[in-house]
T-cell receptor, first 114, second 112 residues
């Protein structure tokens, strides 16, 4: 039972344009959603999070949108830069046990072309 | 704020041997997590500590795995009688609240 799904394994965009990374979930008990960027042989780097009671959160070039009725969230990166090329993971924070444990999607590889 | 550190970064061991990994969380972070990541997958939750108390363990954590967090500071993850299927990246994360978790660089385990 995959509670968090990232259906696009890869995405390629031109430098300066918008990157949109998508994520779907099934668990209604998630109380936060988090996005991470990961380079090879490194740990995930925290980017941005959103509470399940919000529909948008913005931090610099990163904006996350949450559509709770559709159980869908997306990460927008504007403008995209070559240094953004990495694997991006979305994760839901399981609020049922108040542990904050994260359930991750499979990841989307973003390539930003100069 | 020095970030989460993990040691060692890489470990190669023979099947059947025991291994131990260490995680030093960000100071004053009372929450500590262990995850495991295999190629092409997202990290999978293994266990959670709040201070020194281990409050949740995943079904992925078989009897060969044990984790501790004495005094609520650093944590260790031990794998006994390693198997080839244990080969993975073991990640540690810490936080103060639910809307953020900061990961360490991971320990890459290879079981031959």
């Amino acid at each position: 039972d995959q509670q968090v799904k990232q259906n696009s394994p890869s995405l390629s965009v031109q430098e300066g344009r918008i990157s949109i990374l998508n994520c779907d979930y099934t668990n209604s008990m998630f109380d936060y959603f988090l996005w991470y960027k990961k380079y090879p042989a490194e740990g995930p780097t925290f980017l941005i999070s959103i509470s399940s009671i919000k529909d948008k959160n913005e931090d610099g070039r990163f904006t996350v949108f949450l559509n709770k009725s559709a159980k869908h969230l997306s990460l927008h990166i504007v403008p995209s830069q070559p240094g953004d090329s990495a694997v991006y993971f979305c994760a839901g924070s399981d609020g049922s046990g108040n542990t904050g444990k994260l359930i991750f999607g499979q990841g989307t590889t973003l390539q930003v072309k100069p | 704020d020095t970030g989460v550190s993990q040691d060692p970064r890489h470990k190669i061991t023979k099947r059947g041997q025991n291994v131990t990994f260490r995680c030093d969380p960000i100071s004053e972070h009372n929450r500590l997590y262990w995850y495991r990541q295999t190629l092409g997958q997202g990290p999978e939750f293994l266990t959670y500590f709040q201070n020194e108390a281990q409050l949740e363990k995943s079904r992925l954590l078989s009897d060969r795995f044990s984790a501790e967090r004495p005094k609520g500071s650093f944590s260790t993850l031990e794998i006994q009688r390693t198997e080839q299927g244990d080969s993975a990246m073991y990640l540690c994360a810490s936080s103060r609240r639910e809307d953020e978790q900061y990961f360490g660089p991971g320990t890459r385990l290879t079981v031959t």
